[in-house]
Nanobody, 126 residues
Framework: QAQLEESGGGFVQAGGSLRFSCVASGRAVSYYVMGWFRQAPGKEREFVAATNRRTDSTYYSDSVKGRFTISRDRAKNTVYLQMNSLKPEDTATYHC???????????????????WGQGTQVTVSS
């Protein structure tokens, strides 16, 4: 059994900040890559950021680069997504996901990941 539990969503004004946490348990703690995706109503799921636990590499979509930072606490099996300078277009449900099978593959594709969290909602007002 693999579990991912997200927290940290909420309502914020444009320009504000939020930090998400995603705690992995069960099989999910053996992940190779953890990523964050978001999905706004009526839109497809969109890649946001990812971190490779073996290489310490991080990846960001162009839309969040320079504003969002993904980081990891190995001892807590937790990955964080710090979101600064939030914009109304960042409004979405955010999901964390992990891949426990060895790479290769594309970290930006939802199909790359094996397990998903339930999601946490962010609303950014203008």
């Amino acid at each position: 059994q693999a579990q991912l539990e997200e927290s940290g969503g909420g309502f914020v004004q444009a320009g504000g900040s939020l930090r998400f946490s995603c705690v992995a348990s069960g099989r999910a703690v053996s992940y190779y890559v953890m990523g964050w995706f978001r999905q706004a109503p009526g839109k497809e799921r969109e890649f946001v950021a990812a971190t490779n636990r073996r290489t310490d590499s991080t990846y960001y979509s162009d839309s969040v680069k320079g504003r969002f930072t993904i980081s990891r606490d190995r001892a807590k099996n937790t990955v964080y997504l710090q979101m600064n300078s939030l914009k109304p277009e960042d409004t979405a449900t955010y999901h964390c996901a992990v891949r426990i099978r060895p790479p290769p593959g594309s970290t930006t594709l939802p199909s790359f990941y094996d397990y998903w969290g339930q999601g946490t909602q962010v609303t950014v007002s203008s």
